[in-house]
């Protein structure tokens, strides 16, 4: 089993690019996050454009960063995974920069993450996609569908998504298993498309247990 998550609204509470833009970059970066929303320019070309906006020394970013919640189930989830050798790949259209900075807060730096990557300066930031993929359908600066498609058997026999948001639609539809909330769970209904809703990780923790039969003492019982 491969467990694959995505990060802002997921992992973390609230989007974490957006926090930063909106406390370190210049206001522009609203005008270009409408031109997305219209389908005037793609995902990728989006963030950016907003990246280079972000102002702020290196330490204004930190201790912005500093002030990110996680999930309140997800570390716990994390050694959970671990005590039974389940693989956890975060998968995000964040930035590479703001999510370490988060996890190894956490003592979880060791997971992997594929997310877009800061590059450049405190005064001219940049951002690099070398997960994009030419004809990516969701036009985004990391190609989900293209990295979810690599994990898949034999090494992986069972693919699980875990995810919240625009970015996570065109992937959703290769998990074996998907566990979604906000948009992606009402994208996922009106597909008719199987998911299970959840809240916080403590809910797929839950459900995963109830699926391999091994509970954990002490757990709720599973939704």
């Known amino acids: 089993m491969h467990i694959i998550c995505d990060f802002d609204g ?3 509470r609230g989007d974490t690019t957006d926090l930063v833009l909106d406390r370190l970059a210049d206001p522009a970066w609203r005008a270009i996050e409408d031109d997305w929303l219209a389908g005037r320019i793609t995902a990728a070309a989006c963030m950016r454009a907003q990246i280079a906006l972000i102002g702020g020394s290196d330490a204004d970013l930190d201790a912005l960063l500093d002030t990110v919640e996680l999930d309140p189930g997800f570390v716990a989830f994390v050694a ?3 005590g039974r050798g389940l693989a956890i790949s975060i998968v995000s259209d964040g930035v590479d920069r703001f999510i370490y900075r988060i996890l190894e807060r956490h003592r979880l730096g060791h997971l992997p993450v594929f997310a877009n990557r800061l590059a450049g300066t405190p005064v001219r930031r940049t951002l690099e996609q070398p997960w994009a993929r030419e004809g990516c359908a969701a036009g985004s600066g990391v190609c989900k569908c293209a990295l979810s498609g690599a994990w898949s058997e034999p090494k992986w026999p069972m693919t699980v ?32 498309r199987p998911f299970v809703p959840f809240e916080t990780f403590d809910d797929v923790t839950r459900v995963l247990e109830q ?13």
Do not use: E, M, N
Not at 161 to 188: E, N, P
Not at 211 to 223: C, D, T
């Open 10 to 12: 997921t992992i973390s």
């Open 80 to 82: 959970w995974c671990a």
């Open 211 to 223: 699926r391999l039969g091994k509970p954990v003492a002490g757990r709720a019982a599973p939704l």
């Open 161 to 192: 998504y875990v995810g919240d948001g625009r970015s996570d639609f065109c992937v959703s539809d290769r998990a074996d298993l998907l566990f979604a909330k906000a948009a992606l769970a009402d994208y996922a209904a009106a597909r008719a």
